[in-house]
């Protein structure tokens, strides 16, 4: 026999060995891996794989005539079930409920496999075909499998009864499980399309019976079924209770296709969870494989997920990296849809004075920017995370310099917003002195007016008194009738809300008068009775009411 057939003949050995020590119980928590495979399957004992690779050299010495008789033999039997190991295992569950049962009757006489089992079948092999050790292996593999599983299963009362009734009812219990350790991991599928190796793992993963599979049983098909939706949530389920050995086997087959299942909606979901688990190495090596295509990924619906996760567990180093290649086009990045959502996660994660070449780059632009959709949204985060004081200074003073301009644009006014809650005092009084003369104006359109609430909550009481006066004397001083006007209209009424609540004793009157004279106009409109009840309940001192808001008494009791 030549060394490729020797090495085909050692792997079905050890993988049938490797299905006994991992269904056994024995140290469940490991995997048999790559190299060290063999030597575990075959206890750590080097001698005994010299003896199986001696008897497969006891086979080239035998003529081609005999082995051909032999293979045409009947193969040695337990109770009436043939095994061939050299053959597919058949996924038929007749088949192996058959040997489950040769087992239950026999299991008396035939103890656990040990070495000395392996040995005493070497020692037959001179008196019986020269397939009949792996056969009588495999044979004492399966029906093992049966009396084990009902050692190690939890429910041990469940296991008694079924044994204490009937042999069949114990093999019908076990029957899947032991038809998959049989296969290999998993139960071939016949009738899935293409009879693919995918598909019946999917096929295998959609019956809920099978709860028991690991990541370790999909190992060589996980970027496949990675690409499947059902395949994806299996993965991202089965990572968060994975060994070591599970999560390494992970990356080692996504990393090398990491540019192709970033772009695609399902694998992106198994790449963002398997970047929160695993050791160190193997995600820094996963990010490396993203250096260089960094850009063109920010700019993909899903490929921008990956980056944003890679800037949120990635080393400074290579997030000093990857914002490199954000700001060789970085404006290009903060209008689009997909991109912008990344240079905002590298505002956040990176520490600023590792980028401030983008900050830097954003000064000057700050009225187009804030005018932008998306631009907006990247300039907010500048804003809080630039911890520059001389960039802060100049970027903020062009916003401040167009302030009028862009409390009324329907992407600009979130910017000032930002700055009015967020930024210094000096900032606020600079912003009421450009507003000023235009309050009332302002509160009456639909972006301003949230402008102008903002500047009542956040502002000092000395330019909150200057913006209410302006407001209640905008009818030339004479009369405050003016507001009648304010609190019916969609969005003026907000900003006299929001005055009720910050306005002084002789301001406060001046409202309630208002109200009094006006009281049968304004009940006739949803935002009147609302200011009315909202005034009644500062005059009551009470609580909300439930039908304050519809009923004309209940406010005439006070105005």
Known sequence: MDNKGKSKAIDDYVR?????????????????????????????????????????????????????????????????????????????????????????????????????????????????????????????????????????????????????????????????????????????????????????????????????????????????????????????????????????????????????????????????KLLEHGPHVYFRILIANLMGHVLDLSLHLYGCRVIQKAFEISDIDQQIKMATELDCNLFKCICDQHANHAVQKCMECVQPQYIQFIYRRLCGKAKMLSTHPYGCHVVQKMLEFCKDPQIMDRFITEILDCVRELSVDPYGNYVVQYIVEHGGPRYRQIIMLKLAGSIVQMSHQKHSSKVIEKCLIYASYHDCKLAMNEILSAGGGQTADHLVGMIIHQYANCVVRQMIDVVNDWQFNVIVDVLRRNRDTLVKYAHGRQVIAQVERLLNGMAPSPDSFGQTSSSSRFL
């Open 16 to 272: 049938t060995a490797s299905q006994f020590h991992r269904s056994s119980g024995i140290d469940s928590g490991k995997e048999i891996w790559e190299d060290d495979a063999a030597t575990i399957a075959l206890g750590v004992r080097q001698h005994d794989r010299s003896l199986f690779l001696s008897f497969l050299d006891e086979q080239d010495d035998s003529k081609s005539e005999e082995e051909s008789t032999l293979h045409n033999q009947k193969l040695p039997q337990i109770g009436d079930t043939y095994i061939d190991p050299f053959q597919p295992v058949n996924s038929c569950a007749s088949t192996t409920k058959s040997v489950v049962k040769d087992y239950t009757e026999l299991h008396s006489q035939i103890p656990l496999v040990n070495m000395d089992a392996i040995e005493d079948l070497h020692a037959q092999s001179s008196s019986s075909s020269s397939r009949s050790v792996p056969s009588n292996f495999v044979n004492m593999m399966a029906m093992q499998e049966a009396c084990l599983r009902a050692l190690i299963d939890p429910d041990q009362e469940l296991s008694c009864k079924l044994w204490r009734q009937s042999p069949m009812a114990l093999k019908n219990h076990y029957a899947l499980d032991v038809e998959m350790a049989c296969s290999g991991g998993h139960v071939p599928n016949t009738n899935a399309p293409g009879n693919s190796q995918v598909n019946s793992l999917l096929q295998l993963i959609k019956n809920p019976v099978n709860q028991s599979m690991r990541l370790i049983n999909v190992k060589g098909h996980v970027p496949a079924l990675s690409a499947d939706p059902i395949g994806s949530c299996f993965i991202r389920q089965k990572l968060d209770e994975a060994t070591t050995g599970e999560i390494v086997m992970l990356y080692k087959e996504i990393t090398p296709h990491i540019l192709t299942l970033a772009t695609d909606v399902f694998p992106t979901y198994v790449i963002q």
